[in-house]
C-alpha cells in the first residue's frame, strides 16, 4: 500500500473526463469509464479486475455522502 500511498499523495486532479470511445476501442472494453487526470499529467482509470478485462466503477464517500460513479 505504501507503493500507491508515494504514487498519489500530494496530487491535485486537472479533471474528469470519460475514457474515450477509441481508446475503449483500442483496450477491448465494453465500458468507458471515468479518468481522473492529475496536473502532473498522470491519471487514474479504474479497471473491473487487475487484469484490466474491462473499465469499472469507483465507489466515493464523504461522511454519509456515499455515491457511485458509473461507467457509461
Known amino acids: 500500500m505504501e507503493k500507491f500511498n508515494d504514487l498519489l499523495k500530494g496530487k491535485t486532479i486537472k479533471e474528469v473526463t470519460w475514457l474515450g470511445d477509441?481508446?475503449?476501442?483500442?483496450?477491448?472494453?465494453?465500458?468507458r469509464p471515468v479518468m481522473?487526470?492529475?496536473t502532473d499529467g498522470s491519471f487514474l482509470?479504474?479497471?473491473?479486475?487487475d487484469e484490466g478485462?474491462?473499465?469499472g466503477s469507483m465507489h466515493y464517500q464523504n461522511g454519509e455522502d456515499v455515491q457511485v460513479i458509473?461507467?457509461?
Do not use: E, Q, R, V
Not at 22 to 31: C, G, N, R, S, T
Open 70 to 72: 458509473y461507467t457509461s
Open 22 to 31: 477509441a481508446d475503449k476501442d483500442a483496450l477491448m472494453w465494453y465500458k
Open 45 to 49: 482509470i479504474p479497471m473491473s479486475d
Open 36 to 38: 481522473i487526470w492529475f
Open 53 to 55: 478485462n474491462n473499465g
